[in-house]
């Protein structure tokens, strides 16, 4: 039997519902169902799609894990029952890290549960990361200084509600909002409070159910201040063209007393 057929023999078990009824809710015949079940014949897309719908489980989750090993019901339950993200690994089997830019944030809200999106995006490796799976976001605005507009924070991706740590900062994918980067606190039962760190922005309150990701803050990939950039470059010309001067004044004495 594949692991398929393994997932929804004990999801049906699991919902105690027999294979008739199940078929039936399917719209497709008993003896069409007993052969997914017992591994003698594939499942077509429109039928996977329709299991994945019945049980609230992603196809993803039901073709490529075995559900009786995890703690399904503690996963957060993601927008269009999608429990997995898409994750991009190298030839090695290590996971990359995308990069959402700017350009790419617009599309996010869309693409996040899109492999083709999700591959589309920028890829970097940072072997420093510890384990998990880690994405890119970028800062906008001045609500969590001393991160700079334009830089891009790296995030761990937070499985259960349950990570969530009173007072640390993650990036939000929600409904109503978008991509945020906030700190957060877990004093309302079904909602979380976002804080900013500039006192300037209200803090405000997101209810669990328009969560679609959260993403637990690891490093900041910070972006070079033009302004300091060209400062430096004009204290190294300066410190370089008094180096200049010392060394023609050196000669000029050299020679004088020769």
């Not at 169902?33 to 897309?45: L, N, Q, R």
């Not at 995030?155 to 994918?173: C, F, H, N, Q």
């Amino acid at each position: 039997m594949s692991l398929f057929s393994d997932n929804i023999r004990a999801l049906r078990v699991k919902h105690k519902i027999s294979q008739e009824k199940l078929a039936e809710n399917l719209r497709i015949t008993r003896g069409r169902y007993v052969k997914y079940e017992d591994g003698t014949s594939e499942a077509p897309y429109d039928i996977l799609k329709q299991i994945a719908l019945y049980f609230h489980m992603s196809i993803d989750l039901i073709l490529s894990v075995d559900i009786r090993k995890i703690d399904v019901e503690n996963l957060i339950k993601l927008e269009g029952n999608r429990l997995i993200l898409p994750i991009q690994v190298d030839q090695y089997g290590e996971n990359y890290i995308e990069i959402v830019s700017q350009k790419a944030k617009a599309g996010y809200l869309n693409g996040y549960a899109d492999p083709e999106y999700i591959e589309s995006l920028q890829q970097v490796s940072l072997p420093f990361l510890g384990p998990g799976k880690h994405r890119g976001f970028p800062v906008e605005g001045d609500s969590m200084p001393p991160h700079e507009d334009g830089s891009i924070i790296i995030g761990r991706y937070v499985e259960k509600l349950g990570e969530v740590m009173d007072g640390k900062t993650y990036i939000l994918i929600t409904k109503n909002e978008g991509m945020v980067y906030k700190r957060l606190n877990k004093n309302k039962k079904n909602s979380l409070v976002l804080e900013s760190d500039n006192s300037f922005y209200p803090n405000y309150e997101v209810k669990a159910s328009d969560i679609l990701e959260i993403w637990e803050y690891e490093c900041n990939i910070g972006r070079s201040d033009k302004k300091q950039q060209l400062s430096e470059t004009e204290s190294m010309k300066e410190l370089l063209l008094e180096v200049k001067r010392e060394v023609m004044e050196i000669k000029n004495n050299t020679s004088g007393t020769s």
